[in-house]
Nanobody, 115 residues
Framework: VQLQASGGGLVQPGGSLRLSCAVP????????MSWYQQAPGKQREFVAS???????KYADSLKGRFTITKDNGWTMLYLQMSSPKPEDTAVYYC??????????WGKGTLVTVSS
């Protein structure tokens, strides 16, 4: 079972971009959906998450610029990137966690922020 992230590409600093992640219906008992980023030469880092209860959490450096949302059926996850900066250039991965402790990852989508 694999998630499918999409929507990456080239975006100018100060622009906007929305990433999407399709979550297979075969994944049950989801409790958290998240986005991570991995910049060139760096480790994968947390970007944002949303829980079953509706709570959202963001990396401090991205708070106020990125917004995580999902659909009501827990089949789609989104990341709205507003005013991206060159340092936001990375491969973005979606992640789903279940109440049973299972973790699922997508293949990632590359976002390049450059003028």
């Amino acid at each position: 079972v694999q998630l499918q992230a999409s929507g990456g590409g080239l975006v100018q600093p100060g622009g906007s971009l929305r990433l999407s992640c399709a979550v297979p219906g075969s994944i049950y008992s989801i409790n958290t959906m998240s986005w991570y980023q991995q910049a060139p030469g760096k480790q994968r880092e947390f970007v944002a998450s949303v829980t079953r209860g509706g709570s959202t959490k963001y990396a401090d450096s991205l708070k106020g610029r990125f917004t995580i949302t999902k659909d009501n059926g827990w089949t789609m996850l989104y990341l709205q990137m507003s005013s991206p900066k060159p340092e936001d250039t990375a491969v973005y991965y979606c992640n789903v966690g279940t109440y049973a402790g299972l973790q699922y990852w997508g293949k990632g989508t590359l976002v390049t922020v450059s003028s």
